[in-house]
């Protein structure tokens, strides 16, 4: 399958990165590395997340407070978000 990474996804990601790193040095390394490995597992085993609305699924980071958001199409996995666990559940719901 193949992984594609909506726009306002990846601009969160790298928002988030970024807000680590400024936080220490390395963290924000730190964060897309977490990522990186939640992806993976996604891409290993893309239904074994929960779908949390409609056929979007969920997969929690472990060392930070985000989540990656997606769906599993006929051949790709579209990451639809990389949202903070306390930001509005519906902010990420009308992307598709």
């Avoid at 928002?15 to 790193?21: L, S």
């Avoid at 992806?39 to 929690?60: D, F, N, Q, S």
């Avoid at 989540?67 to 990420?92: C, K, M, T």
């Amino acid at each position: 399958m193949r992984l594609v990474l909506r726009p306002q996804a990846e601009a969160e990601l790298l928002a988030a990165r970024d807000w680590y790193e400024a936080r220490r040095s390395g963290l924000g390394c730190g964060f897309c590395a977490a990522v990186d490995l939640a992806i993976m597992a996604i891409m290993e085993r893309p239904l074994a997340y929960p779908c949390v609305h409609g056929e979007t699924r969920r997969k929690i980071l472990h060392r930070f407070p985000y989540a990656v958001f997606y769906r599993v199409l006929q051949d790709e996995i579209v990451v639809l978000g990389v949202v903070h666990s306390r930001r509005h559940p519906r902010s990420w719901q009308f992307r598709v």
